[in-house]
């Protein structure tokens, strides 16, 4: 700040996770819960939990789970036909992003495609901490393909959850996934400037290289691995919010 000339006091506000608000469910009826959220019950649910924005780009997590499901199809009978969804924890017609019911119909993907149903949600009041700690916990996989993260709140909260992430190697996401040690990491991406964003460069992931992972992911959940387990741990120990804050 003094080598830019800023001469008022500079005030640092706390970032963390409150593993008392986000965990794993012990004892999780994962059919029962999807069934209130009106999910797939049996379906391999991806999940994006963000602001419809074109910082956040949701229009690269539409085009990762459409690469995704060709690479899906190509393998599906050694899963038994599971059908993948995505959900999308956000407004579809966000004025500041995309109209996603035209994205999804343009990329014909709008069957596998959900969004909360919530009476309150849709009137603007929003999902309590603990329904929300349930919506991450009916999650299979979390992914994100935002283009720059101050922080990445709903990256820890889905840590915290035990859930497998898919995130972009850039800005606060590289730190708090320890350089991709803790996700399926996503480095390859393409420089730009968006509009209205103060002429800031921002960093596309690669749909073809997410839907990659996204692949990996979902054959490690079937198989019951979680590789970034220890990681995890470790990361969620030094960002508690009873130490950070």
């Known amino acids: 700040h003094n080598a830019v000339g800023h001469k008022q006091p500079v005030s640092i506000i706390p970032h963390g996770v409150d593993k008392k608000d986000y965990y794993k469910i012990a004892s999780f009826d994962k059919h029962t819960e999807r069934a209130k959220y009106k999910l797939p019950v049996e379906s391999f649910i991806f999940g994006n939990i963000n602001k419809n924005s074109s910082r956040k780009n949701i229009g690269g997590t539409l085009l990762a789970f459409y690469y995704f499901l060709e690479r899906y199809r190509l393998i599906e009978s050694d899963y038994n036909y599971i059908k993948p969804a995505l ?23 709008s069957e596998y495609v959900h969004f909360p149903e919530k009476e309150e949600y849709k009137k603007g009041d929003g999902y309590t901490v603990q329904e929300m700690n349930e919506v991450y916990n009916c999650l299979d996989c979390y992914v994100t393909t935002t283009t720059a993260e101050g922080w990445g709140l709903t990256v ?3 840590m915290a959850c035990e859930l497998p992430i898919v995130a972009p190697m850039h800005t606060s996401l590289k730190e708090i996934t320890e350089n991709g040690d ?18 800031n460069i921002r960093h596309i992931p690669d749909p073809v ?8 992911a979902f054959k490690d959940v079937c198989h019951k691995k979680f590789p970034h387990k220890e990681a995890y741990e470790d990361i969620l120990e030094k960002y508690d919010w009873d130490k950070i804050a």
């Open 182 to 199: 803790a996700c399926y990491a996503v480095t390859v991406m393409i420089e730009h400037f968006q509009i209205a964003d103060y002429e």
């Open 156 to 158: 820890t909260e889905a």
């Open 87 to 109: 959900y999308l924890h956000m407004s579809p017609t966000d004025s500041t992003g995309i109209d996603i019911y035209r994205a999804c119909k343009q990329l014909g993907i």
């Open 209 to 216: 290289i997410t839907a990659n992972q996204m692949l990996i």
